[in-house]
């Protein structure tokens, strides 16, 4: 996945980026609003290695297919598949419709639980972070 962004600050290795939204805001039912409530930008904390950057320079940014699908698997997928599954295997063995709601809800805080803690062993990994590719252009070429 590519995005553009602006180079707002540079810190010592690292810049801030702010991506802004295009693309998809005109053909989404929320017609631009996340923009106006000041949720549409994200700003990112990336490493630059030996780029020469800038304020105001304006980069691309790349995430790994394989990163962004782990993830989305992770924070989405894995959550209803194991509490569909307890709520399956409860319902099955007791046909207690209370009580596999109930595993289906404590699994699915389970699951939460279990996502942090990969987080915490996981999540500063180069596949999950997004790196700078390249300079598309400079602030005195605006």
């Avoid at 609003?33 to 290695?49: A, P, S």
């Avoid at 030996?50 to 980069?59: A, I, K, P, R, T």
């Amino acid at each position: 996945m590519k995005e553009t962004g602006t180079v707002v600050r540079i810190e010592k290795d690292d810049c801030v980026i702010q991506i802004e939204p295009e693309g998809g805001c005109s053909h989404c039912s929320m017609n631009s609003c996340c923009q106006g409530i000041g949720t549409g930008r994200r700003e990112l904390t990336l490493k630059y290695g030996n780029m020469e950057l800038h304020s105001g320079d304006v980069v691309e940014i790349e995430t790994t297919t394989r990163g962004f699908l782990t993830a989305v698997f992770l924070v989405f997928i894995f959550p209803l598949v194991l509490s569909t599954t307890a709520y399956l295997i409860i319902n099955g063995q007791t046909e207690k419709s209370g009580l596999a709601i109930g595993g289906f809800f404590g699994c699915l805080i389970l699951s939460e639980i279990i996502i942090g803690w990969i987080d915490r062993l996981f999540g500063r990994k180069k596949i999950f972070e997004p790196r700078i590719v390249r300079r598309l252009k400079t602030e005195s070429t605006k």
